[in-house]
Every structure is written in structure tokens, then in C-alpha cells.
């Protein structure tokens, strides 16, 4: 008789790669990639020698994984390992995707190899910014004067730059090209960068009066997405003291005894340097 032998069909593997988290807050961080490996033969045993990523390069060495010397994966069975990998990036960027390749032989010699991916995306940190009015002098003895006004801008984001193209007063009304204040072309700032600027204006009122103006600036983030803060500045006019001078003469200022009719005028003025009285 003929003695047939039936070799069992060439193993396959297959590939399941997994990201924790699977997303991040801009601009993201670290992420704990696992990679398995299974043996789909039930006859075969399989030879893993490269664990490779399109991104993180030979995974060989990395956190647990370690393919040297190689790993031999009993039929059915399954290799795990896991590595770190640094994501980073912006909210508006594509997701990063990464691919994971293991390959070998199985115990008959046939080339295995198979790849899966993993998918991390970046979630948005909003974006903000501070805005801080000063005024120099607060006070003013009535009727007021001229005032300096410093505006201050801080990107007070963890991210993003922010771009402010806008800078205007509730009384001043726009404040580009006023004083030092320039935001023609836009004024980028980091992240904790700011932008300074001052403008001098009148402020004008009677005793008691508080002339309050409010600045806001805006613009937006990297994400195009908009941002703006606003902050104002409190300048009171004082009271000045009023006054008069009365001036008294007599005509004629001296007389021949017994006396006799004298004219007197009585003279008052107006001292003050701003009240009627």
C-alpha cells in the first residue's frame, strides 16, 4: 500500500494593535501602545523575528517587547508586548495613525507576517487670552486732563498661539494707530507672551465725576477658533477748592474834622479755577 502524509497548510498570523489612551488634549502627551501577536495555526508553530512600526521604527527593545532572540508562538498561541510612544500635536492636525509589522517563518519554513494600526487623535484645549487697562494718572482736579492709557494682552493658553487683530475702546472707539497700539498687521503671541501698548486721551467732568472706559482685544487661535478678553480702567476728577477776593476802598480816605460822607466800594472776584460761586 501508499502511505500518504498530510502536511498541514502553512500558518498565518495575525496582528492587533491597541493605543491607551486612544485620545489625548492638545497638544497630547505620552500613549501606551500593546501589539499581539496570534498564531492562527492549529498545527503550526510560528517564528516571530521583527516587530517593526511605521512611526516608533523597530520595536525590538522597546518597553516590553523583545523579539531578540526570536519568539517562538506554540499553535493557537499568542505573544503580547507593549511599548511607549510620544504623540504630540495640534487639535486641527490629522489623527495619528501608526502600523505595526510582525513577521517570521512558521516551523515549515513559510514567511508570516501581518500589520494592524492604532489611531490617536488630539482633542482642543480652548484657547484665552487676558487683557489688563491701567490708567495714569486715576485722579484729576476737575475739569480733568489728559490720561494715559496702557493696555496689556497676555495669551494666557496652554497651547496655542493666538493672533489678536483687533484692538478697540468703549469710549476711544478703535485703537490701532493710536499711541503705540499696532495690531496692522496682526500681533502673534506664544503661548504666555504679551503685547503692551498706551494711548493718551482727554478725560473731563465736574467734582465726583468717574469716567470708566472698558478695551477689548480679540482675534483667534491656532485652531482658528476665536478668542477675546476685555478689562477697563477708572478715572475720578477731584473737586478744586473755590474762592473770591473781596477788595473794599473808601473815596475819599481822609476827611477835615468834624467828618462827613464817605463813598465806599466793595469789589469781589472770582478766584476759583473752575467754579461759578
Known sequence: GQITIQCPPPATITVLKTADPTSLPEPGGTVDFT???TNNSSARSVTI???????FGNLDGQGTCDVTPPVVIAP???YSCMFEGSVTGNHADPPHVNVATASGTDDGGNPVSDSDDATVTLTDTPSSIVVLKTADPTTLPEPG??????????NSS?????TISSLTDSDFG?????????VTPAVVLAPGAEYTCSFSAPVTGNAGFQHNNVATASGTDDDGDPVSGSDDADVTITG?????VVLKTADPTTLPEPG??????VKVTNSSAVDSV
Open 49 to 55: 523575528s521583527s516587530l517593526t512600526d511605521t512611526v
Open 35 to 37: 501589539v499581539q501577536v
Open 240 to 244: 478744586t477748592p473755590s474762592s473770591i
Open 158 to 162: 496652554a497651547v496655542d498661539s493666538v
Open 260 to 265: 462827613g460822607p464817605v463813598t465806599f466800594t
Open 76 to 78: 493557537s498561541g499568542n
Open 145 to 154: 486732563g489728559p490720561v494715559t492709557f496702557t493696555v496689556k494682552v497676555t
Open 174 to 182: 478703535n485703537l490701532d494707530g493710536k499711541g503705540t497700539c499696532d
